[in-house]
């Protein structure tokens, strides 16, 4: 009789979980749907004619798909190659930098132990209760004084004018973003994780403290370098307010900043060149993401592991 039940259930069960599984990939569905459909507006809405853009109730898909949005911000933005070389040039470096430094504070606060190492972090972490906008007057006053500094320079040496021109304008962007806190963290908490055998040893056979850096903590660490770096190239790739703040001279201008001064005319908003230019100015980080989806997943996995 017990038999007879059970292969009764089995075949229910079997129907509740094929039902369940169902379900959830249906909300996952929606869900990702939902995430995306704005990324698709914007294509959707560059490749629609000026024409057709502001027409109610818009089209899921454009009629006439064209190029135009796309040669008037070429137009409008003659400066756009050196734009989108300022920006990757400062996204890049800033990158290198913070994922250098981060690493290293990382390194330091998860291994190397010293007086006042845990108050020294934790004021690190509360640091992340400081909103961006509240530090941007005492950044600016410092950036200020830097300039002051580089300007005496050129006043000495007009022949390098142009070259230290050049260096307050990317110094002044780079400079502030030589660390971060959740780099910090992030590199602290998958270090510590760590095996410290390995370090042992390296003293042992008489590697220097850079050396065990370099050649032990570093290529253990890829996964969670590759996901600051990620994390780090996102933010200063689309960094907005500081750049418009601290760049002078247009020519020194990143994409996002550049393109803000060529949608807007005395008629309105021209919404086929803010997606064009947004489009031009998105497609760099999704390669860039998608180049390194495989390290960013890995990081994620192993630190889940191992935490």
């Known amino acids: ?31 990702a749907a939902t995430s995306l459909f704005p990324l698709y507006w914007m294509f959707n809405t560059a490749f629609t004619p000026g024409s057709e853009v502001i027409k109610m109730p818009p089209d899921l898909i454009p009629p006439n ?81 830097m300039r002051d500094v580089l300007s005496s320079i050129a006043a000495h040496w007009p022949q390098y004018a142009t070259t230290i021109a050049g260096i307050s304008n990317y110094g002044a962007v780079i400079v502030p973003g030589l660390a971060d806190v959740i780099g910090i963290f992030l590199m602290k908490q998958f270090i510590q994780t760590l095996p410290s055998e390995l370090e042992e040893a390296a003293r042992i056979d008489g590697a220097s403290e850079l050396q065990i850096f370099f050649q032990v903590i570093v290529p253990l660490a890829k996964p969670a370098l590759a996901v600051n770096a990620i994390f780090a ?7 907005f307010l500081w750049p418009l703040v601290v760049l002078q001279r247009s020519e020194y201008y990143t994409l996002q900043v550049g393109l803000s001064f060529i949608y807007r005319s005395e008629f309105g ?14 497609i760099p980080m999704i390669i860039f993401f998608f180049s390194f989806q495989r390290y960013f997943m890995e990081g994620i996995r192993i630190g889940a592991l191992k935490g």
């Open 269 to 282: 908003t021209n919404y086929g060149l803010l997606m064009a230019g947004a489009t031009l100015a998105a």
């Open 65 to 145: 798909p064209g190029l135009e949005n796309f040669r008037l911000v070429l137009k409008a933005a003659p400066n756009l190659l050196r734009w989108g070389l300022n920006t990757l040039f400062i996204a890049l470096a800033t990158m290198g930098l913070h994922v250098l430094f981060d690493a290293m504070s990382g390194y330091s606060f998860a291994k190397r132990k010293f007086p006042g190492s845990n108050v020294l972090f934790w004021l690190v972490i509360i640091a992340l209760m400081i909103p961006g906008q509240v530090t941007l007057v005492p950044l600016y006053i410092m950036i200020s004084r």
């Open 1 to 31: 009789m017990q038999a007879t039940l059970t292969r009764r259930r089995a075949p229910f069960r079997l129907t509740s979980g094929l039902i369940v599984k169902a379900i959830i990939y249906l909300l996952l569905t929606l869900v």
């Open 233 to 239: 190239f996102q933010r200063y790739w689309n960094a």
